[in-house]
């Protein structure tokens, strides 16, 4: 995955040379409207160079589409702003809202566009892959925090250690064993590390499965004794974010059969989409939880389920 | 956050929320359990 980062300075030059072609189309009479916040940070922006005549904001809260001030519409020309197209997707129901609000023509400036978009904006000023995550200095950056330890990945050296969890089947997995996996089967493999001990261990495997990228959680435990520590909470993190930040779209494991337990797993978001019996072990559940900043929950498990 | 996002929660929240089951009960795949199975050859 690749990582773009805008300074002021790289928005400001191309913001003023859109604005040039901006006039040259004619469109420097129509009113602004800002989609979202990214589109406010471009409106703000472009006013140093554009005295534009008037701005409309609209708001967009659950794929809902929301115009302050809808009556500066009708009968007028609008240029809308934004500063990424990555589908274009809810380009397509603000052009829908505009039009019922009697919008006489719409045209559509953004900063960048990501290949393949399926609409392709009026005027745009850069072109990304698909694969890249783009950070504006007005976005959230992914910054991540664990406080517990050490966290790292398993070294030759701990094979030489003891990790015990309590659970016998879990047990008869060394961390020789864990090891091997990491550097011949394209495991990934980490711990936290505290005070000298092994505290908390993850194992767990990139997996394309029709179309969609996953991460199958393989193994988690933390060791006797350190429970209440948020050990395994700290790995659970890791994973979570490896999710959103290489942009896989879910992630599934097998829980132990417990009622209880099931439930909490339904509570917190996961969705379990199979059972598998074992005459040693009893029943094993499939859980998953999509990433739903990138997916729609039901289409990723309707592809998925038949696979895992 | 109720309490990136999960289950409408940051992922801090949600990694903690996930992680007081695991210490209810770990996760292993059954994959991962019959290779251990075999090897206990």
């Given amino acids: 995955m690749r990582e773009i980062f805008f300074d002021e300075n790289s928005i400001d030059n191309g913001l003023r040379q859109a604005y040039k072609k901006i006039v040259k189309e004619g469109f420097d009479s129509y009113i602004v409207l800002a989609i979202g916040n990214g589109g406010e940070h471009i409106a703000k922006r472009l006013e140093k160079h554009w005295n534009y005549k008037d701005k409309v904001s609209c708001v967009l809260k659950n794929g809902d589409v929301q115009i302050l001030d809808d009556s500066k519409i009708k009968g007028n020309k609008i240029f809308l702003c934004d500063d990424t197209t990555i589908t274009g997707k809810t380009f397509l129901n603000i052009f829908k809202k505009l039009s019922e609000l009697g919008a006489d023509d719409i045209k559509l400036l953004s900063l960048l566009m990501r290949r393949n978009s399926f609409i392709v904006p009026n005027i745009f000023i850069f072109e990304i892959e698909a694969d890249t995550k783009v950070y504006f200095p007005w976005s959230d950056y992914p910054i991540r925090t664990y406080s517990k330890g050490i966290v790292r990945k398993i070294s030759c050296e701990d094979c030489k250690k003891d990790f015990k969890c309590g659970d016998s089947n879990i047990d008869k997995n060394s961390l020789s064993d864990f090891f091997k996996n990491q550097e011949h089967s394209l495991a990934k493999v980490y711990l936290v590390e505290d005070k000298g001990e092994i505290c908390s261990i993850v194992q767990f495997y990139e997996k394309p499965l029709d179309g969609y990228k996953g991460l199958f959680l393989d193994i988690i435990a933390t060791a006797e004794g350190k429970n209440g520590n948020n050990y395994a909470s700290t790995l659970l993190k890791l994973i979570s974010y490896y999710m959103f930040y290489h942009e896989f779209s879910f992630i599934y494991g097998y829980a132990f059969d417990n009622e209880g337990l099931i439930g909490m797993y339904k509570k917190r978001g996961f969705e379990v989409i199979g059972s598998i019996q074992d005459p040693h072990y009893g029943t094993l559940h499939k859980i998953v939880i999509v990433n739903g900043t990138k997916d729609i929950k039901e289409n990723v498990i309707a592809t998925i389920r038949p696979h895992i | ?41």
């Fill in chain 2, 1 to 41: 956050c109720k309490s990136p996002q999960l289950n409408d929660m940051c992922i801090e929240c949600f990694a903690d929320s996930w992680g007081e089951l695991v210490e209810i009960s770990p996760m292993i795949s059954p994959q991962t359990l019959y290779k251990i199975e075999n090897k206990k050859a």
